[in-house]
């Protein structure tokens, strides 16, 4: 039985999203994220550190928890841009033409950021690299919040003006504060 279009799993057979991941995360991404690894490998051994983060099969189960969680907010958050805001997570793929602010939107502004976060956690877990893990995951996360900030911000603001503005003083930037403190003013 497929997946319905309309339901959060079925956003990853609609042409935004398989334009998005042919475009972006297939040729940059995935073997960027490979290079990372490599790269996390090589820093592992000229640090002399252990290499086993967790012994096996513990590494696969917990990096796989891990990639599985960061999938499905990802779903969640780009089957939300898809069919409420009627567009694409990705302007190369179809710039999303309304503002989506409920769901998963209603928490923080940039959901997909943990999604990516937790996937890319989960591959230095399952690979057992220290520096992929604890240097380069964190390193990966603080620059994609300082695109956000930089790049998407001031798009967003000039796309959807004072609907953004509003939603933008309602909404957390990154941490979803109401989670754990539901009375915290999000600012």
């Known amino acids: 039985m497929s997946a319905s279009p309309t339901k959060p799993i079925g956003v990853l057979l609609t042409p935004q999203i398989l334009h998005m991941l042919a475009k972006v995360y297939v040729p940059v991404l995935f073997p960027l994220t490979f290079l990372i690894v490599l790269a996390g490998f090589a820093v592992d051994r000229w640090l002399g550190l252990p290499p086993v983060l967790l012994a096996s099969p513990l590494n696969w189960v917990v990096g796989g928890a891990l990639f599985l969680a960061g999938g499905i907010i990802w779903v969640i958050a780009y089957a939300a841009i898809v069919f409420q805001g009627h567009g694409s997570p990705s302007p190369t793929a179809g ?93």
């Open 95 to 187: 710039r999303t033409q309304q503002l989506v602010t409920t769901g998963i939107y209603s928490l923080c502004r940039y959901p997909s950021v943990h999604a990516k976060f937790l996937g890319v956690l989960g591959v230095g877990v399952a690979l057992n690299s220290w520096t992929f893990t604890f240097l380069l995951c964190p390193l990966l996360l603080i620059g994609s919040l300082v695109e956000k900030l930089w790049r998407q911000e001031p798009q967003n603001h000039a796309v959807f003006g004072d609907d953004w503005l509003r939603y933008r003083e309602r909404v957390p930037f990154f941490i979803p504060w109401r989670i754990f403190v539901p009375q915290r003013r999000s600012s």
